[in-house]
């Protein structure tokens, strides 16, 4: 392969990596859980929908996981203190 097309290939694949940083960033900001401050009141979350509490009533490092329920099927809604997930 000669140089010219060796530096157009490497040009190519700098271009496609900075064309597709943007929709990166985005996919891995959908991806990261929702942090909130305090938990959503009962009835608000749906089914299996998991959110991320930080209002200090877990111990240091920890985070409440709160997973919806449905009262009305028999689906208990979960509490339990977990690790801070990863980008939080």
Known sequence: ???QRKI???FRTVVMAFALAPAMHLA???AA???LKEAPAKGVLRV???VYVDDGSCPPGEVKKITGG???AGVARQVHCVKRPEGR
Do not use: I
Request: aromatic share 0%; hydrophobic share 40%; proline share 6%.
């Open 1 to 3: 392969m000669s140089t």
């Open 33 to 35: 859980p929702d942090m």
């Open 8 to 10: 157009s290939c490497m």
């Open 48 to 50: 299996g929908e998991v």
């Open 70 to 72: 449905n009262q009305k």
């Open 28 to 30: 891995m900001a959908a």
